[in-house]
């Protein structure tokens, strides 16, 4: 099996700054692309950013110039630095990882907890 850890959420005031880690463990060959998603209560998740084996990044358009996401192969996470945060930015943060467990020939994807970001005033 494979598990995945959020950490670093909080509450923050609007234009503050908030880094997010997802750690991804457990029987694993390979990881490829891992993202973020979020959110509300009643909506479906929200992409918001990947980041691919080899870093190659995407971002969702109301989020780029203001979040970073990067990656640690050897630690197998990676971290979501959020800049100038909006209240609407607010949501609960999941991480989302593609692997391939050890004795397996497809990839799976998985998720993890979620962790709580809160911008406001």
């Known amino acids: 099996q494979v598990q995945v850890v959020e950490s670093g959420g909080g509450l923050v005031q609007p234009g503050g700054s908030l880094k997010l880690s997802c750690t991804a463990s457990?029987?694993?060959?390979?990881?490829?692309?891992m993202s973020w998603y979020r959110q509300t209560p009643g909506e479906e998740h929200e992409f918001v950013a990947s980041?691919?084996?080899?870093?190659?990044?995407t971002y969702a358009d109301n989020v780029k110039g203001r979040f970073t996401i990067s990656r640690d192969n050897a630690k197998k996470t990676i971290y979501l630095e959020m800049n100038t945060l909006k209240p609407e930015d607010t949501a609960v943060y999941y991480c989302?990882?593609?692997?391939?467990?050890?004795?397996?020939?497809?990839?799976?994807?998985?998720w993890g907890q979620g962790t709580q970001v809160t911008v406001s005033s």
């Open positions: 980041i691919t084996s080899v870093y190659t990044t």
């Open positions: 457990g029987n694993i060959f390979t990881l490829s692309t």
């Open positions: 989302n990882v593609r692997a391939l467990e050890v004795g397996q020939t497809l990839s799976n994807f998985y």
